[in-house]
Every structure is written in C-alpha cells, then in structure tokens.
C-alpha cells in the first residue's frame, strides 16, 4: 500500500495560463463522480443503477490572498463568467485538468490580516484526471 500526502502546501494550481501556487491557502477538495442512471428490470422490486458513461467534477473552490499589486495575481485572473484551463498537479506524475468557468468570486473584508479572495470554479467539458495511486 503506498500513502500519497496530498498537501495543498505542495501542490500546484495553474489557471488561464498562470501559475497561482504562491496565492493559494486552501482548496475545497477534487469529488470525482460516475453519472448513475436508474432503472428497475422487469420482476424486480428495487430500482438497479448503472454507469451512464458520464464522469462529473464538483465545483472547485479556491481561496487565496488577495493581492492588488500583481498582474498574474487571481484576483487579476479570475473574472466571473470566463473559461480557461485550470490544472491542478497535488503530486509528482498526478494531476487533474479541465475547462473551468469562473462561478463566482468572493472578496473578504477582514478587520485584520489579509483579504481573502474565494473563487468558485465549474468544470465544463472534458475533466483529465490522473490521480490514480
């Protein structure tokens, strides 16, 4: 059996093109699901499901520090309603990649610290996962 610590410490988040590693604080997690359909044979009491052949990636969502400064920052690359690649890499010869939409950003107003930046991305399209330990 072989243990993979997925950090998001570690790990490395490409969008449109940039990378944005050195913003991220944390990262809601990659659900992976096969798209079920029910049906119920004939004689059977209880509904059966099988594989629709459809794979579904949750909404992904990212929280970084927001950072004014920057032109590669998120907050620069994350405009509500637009699509580019996003490319998550947690380990060495491990990664997940699709089109993500921007979904919705949020900005943080924190009393004190800094301003957190979350981003809620939706896959669309076709999802590259390679996570297989």
Known sequence: MA??????KDCTLTY???????WVESVSGL??????EEFKP???AYPA?????????????????????ATTAPNVNSV???????TIVPAASMSMACTAVVASVEVGLAPEGATKLTVEYAPSGTIT?????
């Open 16 to 22: 449109n093109s940039q990378v944005l590693t050195a």
């Open 3 to 8: 243990i993979v610590p997925f950090s998001w």
């Open 129 to 133: 996962w390679d996570l297989a330990t």
């Open 42 to 44: 004939l004689g059977s």
């Open 31 to 36: 659900k992976y699901d096969v798209g079920l």
């Open 49 to 69: 499901p099988f594989d629709s052949g459809q794979r579904i990636l949750g909404n992904i969502t990212v929280v970084y520090i927001f950072d004014g400064a």
């Open 80 to 86: 509500p309603g637009t699509s580019a690649t996003l």
